[in-house]
């Protein structure tokens, strides 16, 4: 009976250490994935120069990048759905502005009076109200298309970011491909070798 509880304890022991540095990987890493894939090669043991990566770890890792770029994607789409809502409003405002100038040519042709609503202005009056609307017009004008420049410039940065980790991620495959294919090849020799040595030993 002693045979048996000493073993368990020991096992307990250790699964309660690995879960404690699990939850202090946590705590103290960055959450960004860079930090995650730091973590990854900080946890990962070497041997014959490559990299034994936790599958654990790298499914986690993958899940956040799944995630993080899901998040891109969402944001990418707002940007895109606010821009073309900014481009009607432009247009809606052009077609306002183009309103507007037309009726300040169909004003100068009249004489200097000038009656909009029963009410009596004079010439110029009646222009720097005009103009005082086309100005503010403009400047919301102004203000939509930097505003959709901003977006596009934050568009084509989250696509560019994406591309990035898409192209990091099928170099990493092909790495962990390599490294499966060059361990198989040696367990395989291993075997041989073993095989070899049992054969001559009888």
């Known amino acids: 009976m002693k045979k048996f509880i ?10 309660c250490l690995s879960q404690t540095s699990l939850a202090q990987d946590s705590t103290k890493v960055d959450s960004s994935l860079q930090g995650q894939y730091q973590l ?14 936790n599958p654990a770890r790298l499914t986690t890792l993958w899940r956040n990048v ?3 770029l899901s998040s891109e994607r969402k944001e990418l789409y ?3 759905t606010k821009i073309a809502e900014q481009q009607k409003s432009i247009i809606d405002l052009k077609e306002l502005i183009d309103g507007n100038e037309t009726a300040l040519t169909t004003s100068k042709a009249k004489l200097n009076e000038i009656t909009f609503l029963g009410i009596s202005f004079s010439k110029s009056s009646y222009n720097t109200i005009v103009w005082t609307l086309i100005i503010i017009m403009a400047l919301a004008l102004a203000i939509i298309i930097f505003r959709s ?8 940065y989250r696509s560019n970011l994406y591309n990035e980790i ?4 099928q170099s990493y495959k092909v790495k962990a491909n390599d490294k ?4 198989a090849r040696e367990l395989q020799d291993e075997r041989n070798k073993f095989e070899e040595y049992r054969s001559t030993g009888r």
């Open 6 to 15: 000493l073993p368990l304890i020991a096992l307990l022991g250790m699964i």
């Open 40 to 53: 990854l090669l900080g946890k990962s043991r070497t041997l014959d120069g490559y990299k034994m990566v």
């Open 66 to 68: 799944k995630d993080t």
């Open 78 to 80: 707002k940007a895109r």
């Open 149 to 156: 420049t901003k977006l596009l410039h934050e568009a084509k």
């Open 166 to 169: 898409s192209a990091e991620y």
């Open 180 to 183: 499966e294919k060059k361990l």
